[in-house]
């Protein structure tokens, strides 16, 4: 349909002077409105200033270990996986009413399936467990959405990797050199995120969501210091690996589960 074009010219200058009244009262009216609107603006930027919110969503995560017993006593299940690290394994221990003890942890099912049936066919102890990380959500009551996204999935990004290089690793694919140049520039990545985080948690003292983030940063940075410098074996990647995972899981845990 053609667009209507109208045709101002046309108005005579007595219509225009007839309007000039309903125009003052019409400029009058639109200016209350806009310092009205102004007002309401201000409101809400200084209401957003202190109420500023940040909310983050930890998508849900699987992990695949592979466990070699259980036991009752925290002693026991020390002894056993000390036995484990010497083999080669991580010998990590994670509590759930009672201690088991893990040799690896892997992305995906079938690696995780595949060692354990290794195991079972080598007359030794082996069945698949599943570490899941149910989605999370954490409210900051900074608004600094961004970083702290990125922070926040920092954590199994960082155990991801470290999945990813050892079984790079079991296969020769990766040296250990490398791995620790790997953990070099973590750790100044986790330097980075403390220093920011550390800004914001002496803007924002009560904040208790932050200061928590800053003991799993300080956590994840024990991990990565695993494994720099001096010589690396498989059992070194693994035990961190474990280590990376039971850091994810205080973190999803203490930001609490969403149905």
Same mark, same amino acid.
Do not use: P, W
């Given at each position: 349909?053609?667009?209507?074009?109208?045709?101002?010219?046309?108005?005579?200058?007595?219509?225009?002077?007839?309007?000039?009244?309903?125009?003052?009262?019409?400029?009058?009216?639109?200016?209350?409105?806009?310092?009205?609107?102004?007002?309401?603006?201000?409101?809400?930027?200084?209401?957003?200033?202190?109420?500023?919110?940040?909310?983050?969503?930890?998508?849900?995560? #699987?992990?695949?270990?592979?466990?070699?017993?259980?036991?009752?006593?925290?002693?026991?299940?020390?002894?056993?996986?000390?036995?484990?690290?010497?083999?080669?394994?991580?010998?990590?221990?994670?509590?759930?009413?009672?201690?088991?003890?893990?040799?690896?942890?892997?992305?995906?099912?079938?690696?995780?399936?595949?060692?354990?049936? #290794?195991?079972?066919?080598?007359?030794?102890?082996?069945?698949?467990?599943?570490?899941?990380?149910?989605?999370?959500?954490?409210?900051?009551?900074?608004?600094?959405?961004?970083?702290?996204? =990125?922070?926040?999935?920092?954590?199994?990004?960082?155990?991801?990797?470290?999945?990813?290089?050892?079984?790079?690793?079991?296969?020769?694919?990766?040296?250990?050199?490398?791995?620790?140049?790997?953990?070099?520039?973590?750790?100044?990545?986790?330097?980075?995120?403390? =220093?920011?985080?550390?800004?914001?948690?002496?803007? =924002?003292?009560?904040?208790?969501?932050?200061?928590?983030?800053?003991?799993?940063?300080?956590?994840?940075?024990?991990?990565?210091?695993?494994?720099?410098?001096?010589?690396?074996?498989?059992?070194?990647?693994?035990?961190?690996?474990?280590?990376?995972?039971?850091?994810?899981?205080?973190?999803?845990?203490?930001?609490?589960?969403? =149905?």
């Amino acid at each position: 349909m053609q667009r209507k074009v109208y045709d101002y010219s046309a108005y005579s200058y007595a219509r225009k002077k007839r309007n000039n009244v309903k125009k003052r009262t019409r400029y009058e009216t639109m200016r209350f409105i806009a310092v009205a609107l102004i007002c309401l603006l201000v409101g809400v930027l200084l209401y957003t200033n202190l109420h500023k919110s940040s909310k983050i969503t930890l998508v849900a995560k #699987k992990y695949y270990a592979v466990e070699v017993g259980s036991y009752a006593s925290e002693s026991t299940a020390l002894y056993f996986a000390s036995t484990i690290k010497k083999r080669g394994g991580a010998g990590g221990i994670f509590y759930d009413g009672s201690y088991r003890v893990f040799a690896s942890v892997y992305l995906s099912k079938e690696d995780a399936q595949s060692v354990a049936q #290794k195991m079972l066919d080598s007359d030794l102890n082996g069945k698949m467990y599943v570490f899941e990380f149910k989605k999370t959500k954490i409210d900051f009551s900074d608004g600094k959405t961004l970083f702290l996204k =990125e922070l926040a999935n920092s954590f199994t990004a960082f155990l991801e990797l470290l999945l990813a290089a050892s079984l790079d690793y079991d296969m020769d694919s990766i040296s250990g050199s490398e791995i620790m140049q790997m953990m070099d520039n973590t750790l100044n990545d986790i330097e980075a995120y403390y =220093e920011k985080l550390t800004k914001l948690v002496d803007d =924002e003292a009560k904040d208790t969501a932050l200061h928590k983030m800053q003991d799993f940063l300080l956590e994840q940075k024990t991990v990565a210091s695993q494994l720099k410098g001096g010589t690396l074996d498989g059992s070194d990647v693994k035990t961190a690996c474990f280590d990376m995972l039971l850091v994810c899981e205080r973190l999803y845990s203490y930001y609490g589960g969403e =149905e």
